[in-house]
């Protein structure tokens, strides 16, 4: 019997409500599997900075998918995640599979943890998602034809979240990704001149790219009532993470699929015919 056979095994999925972890929970319930979401507003809850919620939500889990928000480069990241696995192998947990970020060092830390754990484990290690264009910080810019932010003409590859959760899910259901890091990004780099661009074309109007100074966005982010944590995350990787350090390509979600990544130019086209950035009436 393989791994994947088993539907009886609980997958407890850390972040369950979030870009990636609800099509992760969202794909294995389609196959049959038994998911627990992970969540401050789920039954049983999960919160990180509660360990106490931890064990009822882990209780019966034999598999994890762990995303660790906003960022696993936030301070204290590291000793949350030393202290899940711990609980996790005390509680019977068998699989581990870790969303981590690329060029990050803090992100990198977390994955030895995970590696050094005595557990089945993969490492799904991401470039930035092309869902922030539509679920998360920068929609309202696309929204308004603007895109400003510090980036210059730095490269990305882009990657999509649908192909980082059936990255995820396969690691979470098949024994042969197990002890694997997955570095995953998109089919191409693009500089956000180029997003902006992709993201015109879908949706039949102008959305420009306009370089704006590293620190009077994070003054105007902060002053816009974002969350501290979001402020301190996109400072991070806008000023660290974005640097050219992760502008190469990588064979990620092809070895782990043995298909091609989604390109951004077809997520664009689909979330603009589904009406992702029409302005609110």
Same mark, same amino acid.
């Given at each position: 019997m393989t791994y994947q056979s088993n539907a009886e095994q609980l997958t407890?999925?850390?972040? &369950?409500?979030?870009?990636?972890? %609800?099509?992760? !929970?969202?794909?294995?319930? !389609?196959?049959?599997?038994?998911?627990?979401? &992970?969540?401050? *507003? *789920?039954?049983? %809850? @999960?919160? $990180?900075?509660?360990? +106490?919620? $931890?064990e009822a939500a882990l209780e019966g889990v034999s598999s994890i998918y762990i995303t660790?928000?906003?960022? /696993? !480069?936030?301070?204290? +990241?590291?000793? !949350?995640?030393? +202290?899940? =696995?711990w609980r996790a192998r005390l509680e019977g947990v068998t699989r581990l599979v870790l969303l981590s970020g690329r060029g990050e060092t803090e992100a990198q830390a977390c994955e030895e943890v995970v590696q050094e754990s005595g557990l089945e484990w993969t490492i799904v290690r991401a470039s930035w998602f092309n869902q922030n264009? *539509?679920?998360? %910080? @920068?929609?309202?810019?696309v929204r308004s034809g603007t895109i400003?932010?510090?980036?210059g003409d730095t490269p990305e590859p882009f990657v999509d979240t649908d192909d980082i959760a059936d990255v995820a899910v396969a690691a979470l259901?098949?024994?042969r990704h197990i002890g694997e890091v997955y570095e995953v990004t998109g089919p191409r780099l693009m500089t956000l001149a180029d997003v902006a661009a992709d993201l015109s074309a879908a949706t039949g109007r102008s959305i420009d790219f306009v370089d704006v100074p590293h620190e009077a966005f994070v003054d105007s982010l902060a002053g816009s009532g974002a969350p501290d944590?979001? =402020? $301190?995350? /996109?400072?991070?990787?806008?000023s660290t993470v974005l640097d050219g350090r992760n502008a190469y390509l990588t064979d990620g979600v092809e070895? %782990? /699929?043995?298909?091609?990544?989604?390109?951004?130019?077809?997520?664009?086209?689909?979330?603009?015919?589904?009406? +992702? $950035?029409?302005?609110?009436?």
């Amino acid at each position: 019997m393989t791994y994947q056979s088993n539907a009886e095994q609980l997958t407890l999925v850390i972040g &369950g409500t979030g870009k990636t972890g %609800a099509r992760v !929970a969202e794909r294995l319930t !389609a196959m049959g599997r038994k998911v627990r979401i &992970g969540s401050r *507003s *789920s039954a049983p %809850a @999960f919160d $990180w900075d509660r360990e +106490a919620t $931890w064990e009822a939500a882990l209780e019966g889990v034999s598999s994890i998918y762990i995303t660790y928000s906003p960022d /696993l !480069a936030m301070p204290g +990241a590291t000793d !949350a995640i030393k +202290a899940l =696995v711990w609980r996790a192998r005390l509680e019977g947990v068998t699989r581990l599979v870790l969303l981590s970020g690329r060029g990050e060092t803090e992100a990198q830390a977390c994955e030895e943890v995970v590696q050094e754990s005595g557990l089945e484990w993969t490492i799904v290690r991401a470039s930035w998602f092309n869902q922030n264009f *539509s679920e998360g %910080a @920068f929609i309202e810019m696309v929204r308004s034809g603007t895109i400003t932010l510090p980036a210059g003409d730095t490269p990305e590859p882009f990657v999509d979240t649908d192909d980082i959760a059936d990255v995820a899910v396969a690691a979470l259901t098949e024994d042969r990704h197990i002890g694997e890091v997955y570095e995953v990004t998109g089919p191409r780099l693009m500089t956000l001149a180029d997003v902006a661009a992709d993201l015109s074309a879908a949706t039949g109007r102008s959305i420009d790219f306009v370089d704006v100074p590293h620190e009077a966005f994070v003054d105007s982010l902060a002053g816009s009532g974002a969350p501290d944590d979001v =402020v $301190w995350m /996109l400072d991070y990787l806008f000023s660290t993470v974005l640097d050219g350090r992760n502008a190469y390509l990588t064979d990620g979600v092809e070895r %782990a /699929l043995g298909r091609k990544p989604r390109d951004f130019a077809d997520y664009a086209r689909q979330l603009a015919a589904n009406g +992702a $950035w029409r302005a609110a009436a």
